[in-house]
C-alpha cells in the first residue's frame, strides 16, 4: 500500500511540473509576427520597405547590442595615414673605396683588421715590396736633394729651381701612382732615403667589407686587397608596392628607427628613379641618411615611417567592407533596423581604412562592425525570398535594385527596347535626360530584357 501512494504522489508531482513549464513557455513566446530580437524590430509603419533593395535586413536593438553592431557615418575629410616599410641598410656606392695593386709585388706585413673592423683615414693596413716603386723613389730622392743644393748654393736660376720644383710633383705623382700614401712621401722628403717597404693606408675612415689579402702573397698590377665603405652616410633600401611609391617622393623625409634602441634618424627619398624588381614584384626605392656615431651598419633592417596626409576624400574601415574579391559590399543604414546591401567601388588602402570612389555619400550611415552577421542575415532574406535571380543594377549610381520594387515604384526606364531599373528616382530623372551618358557594357549587362 505504501508503495502506491509513492507511485501516485511522483506522478502528480510530474504533472505539475508539466503545467507549469507549459504555462511559462506561453508566457514568454514572443508574440506571432515579431522578430526575435524583440518587439523594437517589428517593422516601422512610417518606412517604406519598398525603397530598400532586396536583401535589406531588419535587426533588432537588442539582437544588434549582443552581436557587437556599430554604425558610423561616412564622412569626407582629409586622411592621414602612416606609411611603414621594412629596410634594409646599405653601405653608399659613391663613398666605397677600393684598395688595389697598382704594380707587381709582394706582400710584406698586414695588420689586424678584419671584414667588419672600423678602420681610421690613413691608417696602415698592410706594407709590400714593389721593385718599381724602388726606382722611383730614387729618382724622387735626387730631385729633393737637387732642389736643395741649388737653394744653399744661391747662384741657381728661378727657371732652374721652378723646374726642378716641377720634377719633384711629377716624381710625387708617380709614386701616388704606384700606391704610396703622401705621408710616407713626406717622411722620405725629410729623410732623404728610400724605404724597402710601402704603406698600404686606408682612404677613408669606415668599416672593412672585404679583405683579400696575406702575408707573403706574390701580386700583380689590378689585384684587389681590400674595401673600405664609409660609413658618415649611409643608403636605405626599401621594398614598396607600386601603389606605395607616390608616397616616396624625391626630396620626402621618412624617419628611421632601430628596433631595441631609442631614437630615431631622418632620411631623404633619394631623386634616382626607383628601380622595379620582377621576381618580387616591388619597386626598389632608395633613402640616403646620416649615420652619426655609426650606429647603422650595412645589412642592418630599419623601420621606416612617412606621415602620409590625402586631400578630402570619402574612406571607411576596412572592417566594414566584405570583399568577395567578385564585388566589395557596405551596409547602409536606412533606419528603423534596416540595413541595406550597397556594392562599391574601392581605391587607395590606407591602413586601416579604404578609400570609396562610387557606390557612398557622404554622411551616410554605414555598419563598421558586425557585418558578417548582416551579410549572413541578407543572404538567408534572399534565400528565403527566391529573388537571387531578380536583381538588377541602377546604371547611374550602381547600386543593387530589386526588379520588383522598382518596378511597383515606377522606377523603371526603357530605352532601345531594353528595362533599366533605378534605386531612386534621382537616379532615374538623370538617366531620362542623358541615356546615352549611362549605357555601355555595364549598364547593358545590368538590364533586364523584358
Not at 683615414?121 to 698592410?126: E, G, I, N, P, T
Amino acid at each position: 500500500m505504501k508503495k502506491i501512494w509513492t507511485i501516485v504522489l511522483i506522478a502528480v508531482l510530474l504533472v505539475a511540473a508539466f503545467v507549469l513549464g507549459l504555462s511559462l513557455s506561453r508566457r514568454e513566446a514572443p508574440v506571432r509576427g515579431t522578430p526575435a530580437g524583440g518587439p523594437a524590430a517589428a517593422a516601422d509603419p512610417g518606412i517604406d520597405e519598398s525603397e530598400f533593395a532586396q536583401g535589406t535586413v531588419n535587426v533588432g536593438p537588442e539582437k544588434r547590442q549582443i552581436v557587437g553592431i556599430r554604425v558610423a557615418e561616412v564622412r569626407q575629410e582629409p586622411v592621414h595615414h602612416t606609411l611603414r616599410v621594412l629596410g634594409r641598410v646599405a653601405a653608399d656606392e659613391t663613398a666605397l673605396y677600393v684598395i688595389n695593386a697598382a704594380t707587381a709585388g709582394w706582400v710584406m706585413g698586414i695588420s689586424d683588421v678584419t671584414p667588419g673592423a672600423m678602420v681610421k683615414k690613413d691608417q696602415v693596413l698592410a706594407t709590400f715590396y714593389a721593385p718599381e716603386v724602388l726606382g722611383a723613389q730614387q729618382s724622387y730622392v735626387y730631385s729633393l736633394n737637387t732642389l736643395e743644393r741649388l737653394k744653399s748654393e744661391g747662384t741657381a736660376l728661378p727657371s732652374q729651381i721652378d723646374s726642378v720644383e716641377v720634377s719633384i710633383q711629377q716624381y710625387r705623382d708617380a709614386l701616388h701612382n704606384l700606391g704610396m700614401s703622401e705621408l710616407q712621401m713626406d717622411a722620405i722628403a725629410k729623410t732623404k732615403e728610400r724605404v724597402q717597404e710601402i704603406e698600404m693606408r686606408s682612404p677613408a675612415t669606415g668599416i672593412v667589407v672585404s679583405r683579400n689579402i696575406y702575408l707573403g702573397l706574390k701580386f700583380i698590377q689590378g689585384t684587389e686587397f681590400f674595401r673600405v665603405a664609409d660609413l658618415r652616410r649611409v643608403w636605405i633600401l626599401l621594398d614598396v608596392y607600386e601603389n606605395e611609391t607616390q608616397y616616396l617622393k624625391p626630396g620626402a623625409r621618412p624617419r628611421v628607427s632601430v628596433a631595441g634602441r631609442t631614437g630615431s634618424f631622418e632620411a631623404v627619398v633619394s631623386d634616382v628613379l626607383p628601380l622595379f624588381d620582377p621576381e618580387s614584384r616591388t619597386m626598389k626605392v632608395r633613402l640616403e641618411a646620416g649615420n652619426p656615431g655609426y650606429v647603422l651598419r650595412p645589412d642592418m633592417f630599419v623601420d621606416v615611417e612617412l606621415p602620409v596626409t590625402l586631400d578630402a576624400t570619402l574612406a571607411v574601415p576596412t572592417d566594414a567592407i566584405l570583399d568577395t574579391g567578385l564585388k566589395r559590399t557596405v551596409f547602409v543604414d536606412r533606419g528603423g533596423g534596416y540595413f541595406e546591401p550597397r556594392e562599391v567601388e574601392t581605391g587607395r588602402r590606407l591602413g586601416n581604412m579604404v578609400e570609396v570612389v562610387k557606390g557612398l555619400g557622404a554622411c551616410q550611415q554605414i555598419v563598421v562592425s558586425g557585418t558578417f552577421l548582416i551579410d549572413a542575415e541578407s543572404r538567408m532574406e534572399l534565400a528565403a525570398a527566391g529573388m537571387t535571380g531578380s536583381l538588377s543594377q541602377d546604371p547611374v549610381c550602381g547600386a543593387p535594385v530589386s526588379v520588383k520594387k522598382a518596378s511597383e515604384a515606377g522606377r523603371t526606364a526603357v530605352y532601345l527596347g531594353v528595362t533599366y531599373y533605378f534605386d531612386s528616382e534621382e537616379c532615374r530623372d538623370a538617366f531620362n535626360k542623358e541615356p546615352g551618358k549611362y549605357i555601355g557594357q555595364e549598364g547593358d549587362a545590368a538590364a533586364v530584357q523584358r
